[in-house]
T-cell receptor
Framework: EAQVTQNPRYLITVTGKKLTVTCSQNMNHEYMSWYRQDPGLGLRQIYYSMNVEVTDKGDVPEGYKVSRKEKRNFPLILESPSPNQTSLYFC?????????????FGDGTRLSIL | AQSVTQLDSQVPVFEEAPVELRCNYSSSVSVYLFWYVQYPNQGLQLLLKYLSGSTLVKGINGFEAEFNKSQTSFHLRKPSVHISDTAEYFCAVSESNFGNEKLTFGTGTRLTIIP
């Protein structure tokens, strides 16, 4: 089954404790992206990757890191999480970097930073 | 820069009644338009998309949307809603230039179906 898999689905942690949210897709997609969803703000892009070893900032990259060492994986790293990063996070992928390609979303990761 | 406005944050509708969820966008270039649906505790799922051609597009679950270039709108409609349509709906726009496949989302409309 074609899917985008995120782990963990839920995480409660404390300020400053490094964490990684994993994202994996099995569709051989070149493009992957991370979004955060906050009430009243919709989804905002954090980082994206056009292909292996190619990543770039989205609209809200501060406090986050990403890497793309393999085509299928695109982890999101919070080196020193803070309470303002409490949010619902989505990973998405699509075939290429062209705007007409719809994106496939994971089921989300709900992070709570205390 | 592109932007999307969904004016209605919440829309309550009686079961079997029609519904329209409004979406307006702003962009200086040609765009691709999408509606995504988010059911509780799930990710976003593509409902329908407009790329080019016919301005009336049909999607899954009986939904349809009409692209109106002069009014820069892409409203979503369904003639008769069901309880299972309770979800949050997001309109999104992508500019038709190669590069970051950036989707700009609206703030979402929560559709609640009243039995």
């Amino acid at each position: 089954e074609a899917q985008v898999t995120q782990n963990p689905r839920y995480l409660i942690t404390v300020t400053g404790k490094k964490l990684t949210v994993t994202c994996s897709q099995n569709m051989n997609h070149e493009y992957m992206s991370w979004y955060r969803q906050d009430p009243g703000l919709g989804l905002r892009q954090i980082y994206y990757s056009m292909n292996v070893e190619v990543t770039d900032k989205g609209d809200v990259p501060e406090g986050y890191k990403v890497s793309r060492k393999e085509k299928r994986n695109f982890p999101l790293i919070l080196e020193s999480p803070s309470p303002n990063q409490t949010s619902l996070y989505f990973c998405a992928s699509s075939l290429s970097g062209q705007g007409y390609q719809p994106q496939h979303f994971g089921d989300g990761t709900r992070l709570s930073i205390l | 820069a592109q932007s999307v406005t969904q004016l209605d944050s919440q829309v309550p509708v009686f079961e079997e009644a029609p519904v329209e969820l409004r979406c307006n966008y702003s962009s200086s270039v040609s765009v691709y338009l999408f509606w995504y649906v988010q059911y509780p505790n799930q990710g976003l799922q593509l409902l329908l998309k407009y790329l080019s051609g016919s301005t009336l597009v049909k999607g899954i679950n009986g939904f349809e949307a009409e692209f109106n270039k002069s009014q820069t709108s892409f409203h979503l409609r369904k003639p008769s809603v069901h309880i299972s349509d309770t979800a949050e709906y997001f309109c999104a726009v992508s500019e038709s230039n190669f590069g970051n496949e950036k989707l700009t989302f609206g703030t979402g409309t929560r559709l609640t179906i009243i039995p």
